[in-house]
């Protein structure tokens, strides 16, 4: 993966993985808070390189494998969801994230003939269970 967030004013600079886990892992420190949830609006994050990065920061992240649709998350539903219940956990709002995309994506799919339903991908993954990934895929890489 080489990185997210193409800044066109300053020669395409990207935000890539290792400068994402600074910037948070900094965030942590000065807050001394682990997130509940970090989440990705964005294509292609939902990689174990992305994760093993941002595996000691969050407890969650939502993020996608493929290419997201160009009408994005539902930030209402979510909102709304976080509003309601602002002490739930990442996985609580993680579970609320993809199900509110998925409806969304089929109320779009529609109007743009999308195939959401085979088209998109989000998940909810519990960093817990990064480390132990790690080392199953590892000897497999080497």
């Known amino acids: 993966m080489n990185g997210f967030g193409k800044d066109l004013i300053f020669n395409n600079d990207i935000l890539n993985p290792l400068e994402l886990k600074i910037a948070l892992l900094?965030?942590?420190v000065f807050t001394n808070t682990t997130f509940e949830l970090i989440g990705f609006d964005a294509c292609l994050m939902s990689s174990l390189e992305v994760a093993s990065h941002l595996q000691n920061v969050t407890?969650?992240?939502?993020?996608s494998e493929e290419v997201e649709p160009s009408w994005g998350w539902n930030y209402t539903a979510i909102i709304q969801n976080l509003t309601a219940n602002p002490e739930q956990s990442g996985r609580s709002l993680g579970i609320t994230t993809v199900d509110s995309f998925v409806r969304h994506s089929r109320d779009f799919s529609t109007s743009e003939k999308f195939g959401a339903d085979k088209q998109i991908t989000l998940a909810v993954i519990d960093?817990?269970?990064i480390p132990q990934l790690i080392k199953d895929v590892t000897p497999i890489l080497f």
């Open 26 to 28: 900094t965030a942590k």
């Open 59 to 63: 407890h969650y992240m939502v993020s």
């Open 127 to 129: 960093m817990t269970k």
